[in-house]
């Protein structure tokens, strides 16, 4: 009997390095840069490295995964409220069963937004993780079902 497939992952952030050598056992499923900055041939980049870092963390200990990688965000680490949630949207359509979102906003207006394409997320079965902001609140990951994360400091970055 064949082993099943793992789910696919997306990582909505800045991008994906996939031949980093901590992503050597994940296959990436995909690559949309939402930016329409990224080089002319299409290729994955992550000009920053924090999508790269968040995935090797995302699939430090797993034998093997799948990966859609979209970049959201700007070298200036920044993403619109519209981008994110189309970002989500194109997750849920690529069949993504766990969405990670390595940012938050506390913008009412950006919570709003994001409630529908979350609410969408959900209701098709995916499993939402995002950051909560550095205040301790914001949206995504103040919404229904999301799963709110906050960064452990006392692990060391060259653990990731």
């Known amino acids: 009997m064949?082993?099943?497939s793992p789910p696919l992952v997306?990582?909505?952030?800045?991008?994906?390095?996939?031949?980093?050598?901590?992503?050597a056992h994940v296959e990436l499923r995909g690559y949309i840069d939402l930016l329409g900055v990224g080089p002319?041939?299409?290729a994955p980049r992550d000009a920053h490295g924090h999508g790269t870092a968040v995935a090797a963390a995302i699939f430090r200990d797993l034998p093997r995964g799948r990966i859609l990688a979209i970049r959201v965000l700007?070298?200036?680490?920044?993403?619109?409220?519209?981008t994110l949630a189309r970002a989500i949207d194109l997750a849920v359509g690529a069949g993504a069963r766990l969405i990670n979102v390595s940012m938050g906003t506390t913008d009412p207006?950006?919570?709003?937004?994001?409630?529908?394409?979350?609410?969408?997320?959900?209701?098709a079965g995916a499993v939402v993780v995002a950051a909560v902001p550095p205040v301790g609140h914001g949206w995504p990951a103040d919404l229904s079902g999301v799963l709110g994360v906050l960064p452990d400091f006392s692990c060391p970055p060259d653990q990731v």
């Open 2 to 4: 064949a082993e099943p």
């Open 10 to 23: 997306a990582v909505l952030d800045t991008g994906i390095n996939p031949r980093h050598p901590h992503l």
């Open 40 to 42: 002319a041939d299409g």
């Open 74 to 82: 700007d070298e200036r680490l920044r993403c619109e409220h519209a």
């Open 109 to 123: 207006l950006g919570g709003q937004r994001l409630a529908a394409a979350i609410e969408r997320a959900v209701g």
